[in-house]
Nanobody, 115 residues
Framework: QVQLVESGGGLVQAGGSLRLSCEAS????????MGWYRQAPGKQRELVAI???????NYADSVEGRFTISRDNAKNTVYLQMDSLKPEDTAVYYC?????????WGQGTQVTVSS
């Protein structure tokens, strides 16, 4: 089992920045990928960014160039640096990891961007 705990959400004005953190604990050996998803009210959960073992990253078109995902393997932590935030980035952000073909999710952290 893997447990994920997110932190770093909050309220920020448009154009501002936030950094989300997600720490994995439990059986963390063998985690293949870690990523961030978000879900806005009335919308489906969508992939924001993912980082695969070895460092390959992938971003949603809507955040490319504004968000940066990184991972500290020693701390079992993945980060999402969010810059130039827009009101449409408002959502609950969820951390996710994949291990042995199974997905694990955090509880989510609210990000609200005011205009």
């Amino acid at each position: 089992q893997v447990q994920l705990v997110e932190s770093g959400g909050g309220l920020v004005q448009a154009g501002g920045s936030l950094r989300l953190s997600c720490e994995a604990s439990g059986s963390t050996f063998g985690i293949n990928a870690m990523g961030w998803y978000r879900q806005a009210p009335g919308k489906q959960r969508e992939l924001v960014a993912i980082i695969i073992s070895g460092g390959t990253t992938n971003y949603a078109d809507s955040v490319e160039g504004r968000f940066t995902i990184s991972r500290d393997n020693a701390k079992n932590t993945v980060y999402l640096q969010m810059d130039s935030l827009k009101p449409e980035d408002t959502a609950v952000y969820y951390c996710e990891c994949i291990k042995a073909g199974r997905n694990y999710w955090g509880q989510g952290t609210q990000v609200t961007v005011s205009s």
